[in-house]
């Protein structure tokens, strides 16, 4: 399928190679569909739902997310550049990541209890007052991300790197953290280690 003109619910579809125009998917409701290798990138995807749909190697760069409701959405090996989670729908919040690049989002002022961001490359994104708690980060790099004021209490860092998390600005009690990455909490001490 191809054209989704003339649809307003697809279901139980397998969608490949996908190039649409910018607004082919405006309000559209997609459950239980694969899209594998498509290009969303520069779409509008206004009001559109996914829900229990899952994505493979797809490309997501600049793609607008407003009111766009994921509930039980998979990003695997996918590429997410510069999209704003804080403008998805709130109400219709739930997916997961693993093996992607996430580089330049904001995931700010959000709750999102235990979503997983495994094995991920997760580059200049902002978590700022944000509800990560149990939250699983294990084998990301996270390369000048930005946690502040978040809620990271029973997080799983596991083999993360690159991270720069200030135990004084955000909640971190019974978070998982590894050897020697986990050394980078005490840089804001200024303490010296011998």
């Given amino acids: 399928m191809t054209d989704f003109s003339n649809f307003e619910y697809i279901d139980n579809e397998e969608i490949e190679n996908y190039r649409g ?14 899209f594998r290798s498509c290009d969303f ?5 206004f009001e559109t739902t996914f829900e229990d749909c899952e994505f493979y190697e797809c490309n997501l760069s600049i793609t607008s997310i407003r009111h766009t409701g994921f509930r039980g959405v998979k990003f695997r090996d996918c590429k997410l ?9 709130q109400f219709i919040v739930d997916f997961d990541f693993k093996k992607c690049l996430i580089q330049g989002c904001s995931f700010s002022d959000m709750k999102l209890n235990k979503l997983k961001f495994v094995e ?9 007052d944000s509800n990560l708690q149990s939250a699983d980060f294990r084998g990301s790099d996270l390369y000048r991300t930005n946690f502040q004021n978040t809620d990271l209490r029973k997080a799983n860092f596991k083999d993360a790197k690159n991270y720069t998390i200030n135990p004084s600005s955000n909640k971190i009690e019974k978070a998982i953290f590894t050897l020697p990455d986990a050394m980078e909490l005490l840089k804001e001490f200024k303490i010296v280690i011998k």
């Fill in 21 to 34: 125009s910018t607004n082919d998917f405006i309000g559209k409701k997609f459950s239980d569909t694969i």
């Fill in 41 to 45: 990138s520069n779409m509008d995807l």
């Fill in 81 to 89: 550049l510069s999209l704003d989670f804080t403008k998805c729908d």
């Fill in 120 to 128: 991920s490359t997760i580059t200049d994104c902002d978590f700022f």
